[in-house]
């Protein structure tokens, strides 16, 4: 092989074995290791970035220089976001897809995830007709028809949402990275992809972290705002008012944290329901994933605040019955 | 004033419901899951929505409720068979259902004694 690759690392392996694995020459090898310092004597973790260095030179090409660099922002992005507990892997297939609804993401891996999902549409949109088929009948004969071939259906579909899964999950149930991403089926990469490959990842990475603490933020963010209430009211010398933001802030806290949650799941339930019914959408794809990001921040927001309301209510019924205010 | 009653007895209500829905996602969800299998709105949901690491019990606990409360409704748009609902047990329905009545009673005293008190 001419010039300087770089493939993308499949699953968790040391260093010395992923070498191995190469059956690199010897002189090759040495370079191998100067190329490849980022991840050099460690794990190498799934996702991350292998050269192989230009065999024909013991200097360092510009090429090399230029996927070193890749393959660091690549460990970076990775390390930095969401690597060491998989979110991103894990959850590549939905990140990539609200990015693309939000017209942020950069689209270069959703060409599979599209037609995987056009063809669990047309698998939906088959149960449909039969549904349709069989309700206009409603014989006796026509139900054991329907459910035999709703049986069928139903097995291609559960084939496909697996395949869905796995396009999330590739690298947990040992599948492949490169057909994940769906980037590539080539062993090897050329320097064009590997950079739309970093770029991805970069990101992806960005959103796959704002997206998983968004709601640790936000409920840290609910922890802080209730005990700086409980401080100022305490700092200030006034024990009943401590005592009152104690109950009435903690009561908040509670209820509205909890209500958010349920808000926020029974939102997203409806928001496809509603979806469903009124439009007649199908219930897998981008218009369903919408109308259950609608629904879910609508009830989330809402059923919170109402919530949170509540819990003022409580927390003060409680001060008063303690007998505070008195 | 009839506001505060209101909204202190939903959210005793609310708080009521977080141990008992923990339970019924925890016992009942996947039994009631099973009846349901040969429904794309409850197959792709749990497919979609499950990926978070409680699996996303509670989502498709609403999401099975809303099936059990308007089978008719999702017919209608081809998404379940009333005849599969129907082979659900009484009781399992009431796990399912009643929870979700009560969770909703409480959204609904919460947002009554909202407007009330505006």
Not at chain 1, 37 to 65: F, K, W, Y
Not at chain 1, 99 to 108: D, H, L, Y
Not at chain 2, 55 to 61: A, E, H, P, S, V
Not at chain 2, 88 to 100: E, F, G, N
Request: charged share 20%; proline share 3%.
């Amino acid at each position: 092989m001419q010039g300087a690759y770089a493939y993308i690392n499949e699953r968790p392996q040391p260093y010395s074995l992923l070498k191995l694995s190469l059956s690199l020459n010897p002189y090759t090898q040495t370079k191998f290791d100067t190329v490849n310092q980022h991840i050099r004597n460690v794990v190498v973790l799934p996702g991350q970035l292998v050269i192989i260095p230009d065999g024909r030179t013991a200097s360092c090409t510009v090429e090399e220089a230029q996927l070193m660099r890749s393959a660091q922002n690549i460990k970076q992005a990775l390390l930095a976001h969401s690597a060491s507990d998989q979110f991103l892997i894990k959850n590549y297939d939905l990140l990539q897809l609200i990015m693309t609804n939000a017209s942020i993401g950069i689209g270069s891996a959703s060409s599979a995830w599209r037609k995987h999902l056009a063809a669990i549409e047309r698998t939906l949109h088959e149960i449909d007709v039969l549904h349709k088929q069989y309700l206009s009948k409603g014989t006796t004969a026509a139900r054991d028809e329907f459910l035999a071939k709703r049986r069928v259906l139903f097995a291609k579909l559960e084939g496909q949402l697996l395949g869905m899964a796995r396009f999330g999950t590739g690298l947990k149930s040992e599948g492949s990275i490169k057909k994940m991403l769906g980037i590539s089926t080539k062993s090897y990469w050329h320097h064009g992809e590997i950079r739309q490959y970093e770029e991805t990842v970069k990101r992806i990475a960005k959103s796959s972290q704002m997206l998983k603490k968004g709601t640790y933020i936000g409920i840290a963010l609910d922890v802080g705002v209730t005990a700086l209430e409980i401080t100022e009211a305490c700092s200030t010398g006034r024990e009943q008012e401590c005592k009152r933001a104690k109950f009435v802030e903690g009561g908040k806290l509670v209820l509205g944290g909890g209500a958010a949650t349920y808000g926020g799941s029974a939102g997203m339930g409806i928001g496809v329901a509603v979806c469903a019914a009124i439009f007649a959408i199908p219930t897998a794809g981008a218009s369903a994933l919408g109308c259950a990001v609608v629904g879910g921040a609508v009830g989330g927001i809402t059923v919170g605040a109402l919530g949170s309301h509540a819990g003022e209510l409580i927390g003060t019924r409680l001060y008063e019955a303690s007998g505070g205010g008195k | 004033m009839m506001s505060e009653p209101i909204g202190v007895w939903s959210g005793v209500l609310m708080l009521l419901s977080f141990p008992l829905n923990l339970y019924v996602i925890c016992t009942k969800l996947e039994e009631a899951e099973d009846y349901l299998k040969f429904s794309s709105f409850i197959v792709v949901f749990k497919h979609r929505f499950g990926t978070d690491p409680s699996g996303g019990k509670l989502k498709r606990f609403f999401a099975i409720a809303l099936v059990l409360l308007m089978p008719r409704l999702f017919q209608w748009r081809c998404l379940v068979i009333v005849e599969d609902v129907k082979r659900i047990p009484m009781p399992l329905k009431l796990w399912i259902v009643v929870p979700y009545l009560l969770t909703m009673s409480s959204f609904v005293g919460m947002g009554l004694s909202w407007f009330l008190t505006e």
